[in-house]
């Protein structure tokens, strides 16, 4: 009676199909690599992954258009101002005193011009910096949720208005106005061109600021009013010092923006290179000189048209410079939280 159950099973046994062994995805041994079939299984439909590549390829494109782009602008700059080099030393051009390539005798000296530009960039700087630090403090810090949503595209609203527009604004109503409180004012001056510039990249600071305050942690916050820290304190002794980096670096992008400006420099500013730190008198930009001279009244090829290519690499230059410096200010004050 006992031997029949077991050859049943025994019988069963041998009559069941054997069981087919499952497929496992394993990289093929001391490669690392999966292997052929195994990669088919993982990219799904052959439809779906030519679709994928595809996508992949138009990001790719749309990635590269840019660097492309880019060093599209550079060969043309250093190829054009080859031509003025040949004709002018770069001593010359780099230490000269005197900018008259319209004139006779002529100087190429862009000191001048690069005064200018600097000139107005920093009296821009001294407006927006402090009035865009403290109008992130204040979004960040004071505001309510209703309010920032209220203030802040207020400010981005100044981001949108022409630049052209701004030149006007500066030259029919800031220079009557500094003409009144300071009588030797020129009509075109760089104060009023500085001040205006200062307006335009406030919403720059602001927004970067104030998204660089908003990233420090709560937990800091309440570590220093758990010290007994005011909110003023709080915010500028713990709040601050921890988002330096990101407000240092808004920095530096506003003041890059300024330095590229065109058409407020070109209305209100002149177009006199006059190497001066008196903001009061007219100075003319780099900026400035190359709107001027691309009018179309340069015959081309000329060393006067040439000259255009030369002030843009040295302003291509100073705006890669300020960009290095950005980078460095944030990877050297970086502050990272978990």
Do not use: C
């Not at 004071?142 to 500066?170: D, H, S």
């Not at 820290?229 to 002794?237: D, G, L, S, W, Y």
């Not at 002030?311 to 200010?329: D, P, S």
């Amino acid at each position: 009676m006992r031997e029949q159950p077991e050859r049943e099973r025994e019988l069963r046994r041998k009559e069941a199909p054997e069981p087919r062994e499952q497929a496992t995805l394993r990289p093929e041994p001391g490669r690392g690599a999966w292997p052929p079939e195994s990669r088919d299984l993982l990219r799904g439909p052959s439809k779906r992954y030519a679709q994928e590549r595809f996508i992949a390829g138009i990001l790719f494109a749309a990635a590269a258009l840019s660097i492309l782009t880019t060093l599209g602008i550079v060969v043309v700059l250093l190829t054009e101002s080859a031509g003025f080099f040949a004709q002018v030393s770069p001593l010359e051009f780099l230490g000269g005193t005197k900018w008259t390539p319209l004139f006779q005798p002529e100087h190429f000296g862009v000191l001048p011009l690069l005064a200018g530009s600097v000139l107005v960039a920093a009296g821009a700087a001294l407006v927006a910096l402090p009035i865009g630090l403290a109008s992130a403090i204040y979004m960040s810090e004071y505001a309510t949720e209703r309010v920032r949503r209220l203030v802040k595209p207020g400010l981005e609203i100044l981001a949108g208005i022409p630049t052209v527009v701004y030149g006007y604004f500066a030259l029919t109503y800031v220079t009557p106005l500094l003409r009144e409180l300071w009588p030797g004012t020129q009509v075109f001056n760089a104060a009023s061109a500085s001040i205006v510039m200062g307006i335009m990249i406030i919403p720059m600071v602001a927004s970067l600021s104030e998204d660089a305050l908003r990233a420090v942690p709560r937990t800091l916050r309440e570590g220093a009013y758990a010290l007994g820290a005011t909110k003023f304190e709080v915010a500028t002794r713990a709040v601050v010092p921890a988002a330096l980096s990101g407000v240092l670096a808004s920095f530096i992008l506003a003041i890059s923006r300024a330095l590229g400006e065109t058409m407020i420099v070109t209305i209100a500013a002149g177009a006199t290179p006059n190497l001066t730190w008196n903001p009061l008198e007219s100075v003319q930009t780099m900026t400035a000189y190359i709107a001027q001279i691309s009018l179309g009244e340069t015959p081309f090829g000329t060393i006067e048209y040439k000259t255009i290519f030369a002030v843009g690499l040295a302003l291509f230059a100073l705006t890669l410079l300020m960009n290095i410096a950005g980078i460095f200010v944030l990877r050297r004050f970086r502050e990272v939280y978990e």
